[in-house]
Structure formats: C-alpha cells, structure tokens
C-alpha cells in the first residue's frame, strides 16, 4: 500500500492554512482544508484523514468543542486528533488532551518543524493503516506479514 497519508488541517486563518497546507503537500501529504469546527467535523467524517491537525481557537464550533464531537461518535473516536494552537503549550496541553486530542504542537511552528512533529502521530497512523488492510486480507496480527 503506497497511499499518501491523508491531513485534514483546521486553520480559520487563511495565511497559515495556505502556507501549512502548501508544505504539506510538498512533503508529500494529500490535505484536506478546513476554516472553522463545523466544517472540520463535516470533512472528517466524510474524508476519514490518517491525522488531524487542529486549531483550538476557531469561529463558531471552536476546536474544542468539535474534537469532543469527533470523539464522542463512534465512526469518528479512533481519528488521530492532534491540537495545533498558539496557546501555552503545558495548560492547554492537557485541556487539549482531556477534550480529546491525542498530542498538542505549539504554534508559532514553521513548516518543517511542524512535519517532525507530527512523526510520531504519523508513526501510529500508519501501524493502525497496517493493521486495516491486514484485517481485510483476512490476517489477523499474528500472521505473517506480505
């Protein structure tokens, strides 16, 4: 399986989605957009992304709130939710993770920084990707590997 791991990136400004999404691509993600929480919840659920990267601080639903959304629902509770926010990394590190996230990069990140960072939620996206395609083919994790 050689398929490009999919980010759905929640940014409400403009700015920094463009340059976060262009860098991603370039790094050789696909990459999924979103300005706000509602539309985050919408494309997750429809696009099912490897990992999300989320703004805490959002118009409308805020990160928060839609990651305790995502979370609640079963067909949505195993994404890979990781907070990406201008807050103070230690409280809102754990704020971010009891509303459900499963990591917290601080921003200001310049692009570069941001993909080492993600590396290891990346790591876990790719064993759990594994893991699918091997229950598909009907091999349980004790099987040989292909």
Request: glycine share 6%; aromatic share 6%; hydrophobic share 40%.
């Amino acid at each position: 399986m050689n398929e490009r791991l999919l980010i759905l990136l929640v940014e409400d400004y403009e700015d920094a989605r463009e340059m976060y999404r262009d860098y991603l691509e370039f790094s050789g993600f696909r990459v999924e957009t979103a300005g706000d929480g509602q539309t985050a919840i919408l494309k997750a659920r429809e696009h099912r992304p490897d990992l999300i990267l989320m703004d805490l601080s959002l118009p409308g639903i805020d990160g928060w709130e839609a990651t305790r959304c995502l979370k609640s629902d079963p067909d949505t509770a195993a994404l890979t939710i990781v907070a990406l926010s201008a807050h103070a990394p230690s409280a809102e590190g754990d704020r971010a993770r009891k509303a459900g996230c499963d990591g917290f990069i601080a921003k200001p990140c310049l692009p570069p920084d941001l993909i080492l960072q993600m590396a290891p939620y990346l790591s876990a996206a790719r064993a759990d990707a594994a893991d699918a395609a091997d229950a598909a083919a009907g091999r349980g994790p004790d099987s040989p590997k292909r």
